[in-house]
């Protein structure tokens, strides 16, 4: 079963930009609570936690998402990762 997350995953969390002023924090080590499944489950329950991470997660579609280093869609399986990245969207220049 690798779509599943279980229920003693841990995931570093990194927030970047004001993402991480919004939350307050730079990284944290989170255990999600069964179901969280995807990228999107994941912003769902974060939000719950307290009013910055509300905040910062306000416009779910602008916020990026990073797998183990890699960039994801908000439907991505989050089953096997070990670090999960957010940031605002970046301008070229």
Known sequence: MTDTIAT?????????????ERVGLADETVTPPPGTTTIADLV??????????????????????????????????IAGAREIAFFPPMTGG
């Open 8 to 20: 003693t995953q841990t995931l570093k969390l990194v927030y970047f930009a004001w993402v991480r």
């Open 44 to 77: 769902r329950w974060l939000k719950s936690r307290d009013e910055g991470y509300q905040a910062a997660f306000d416009n779910e579609a602008i916020v990026r998402a990073a797998i183990d280093h890699r960039h994801v869609k908000p439907m991505a399986s």
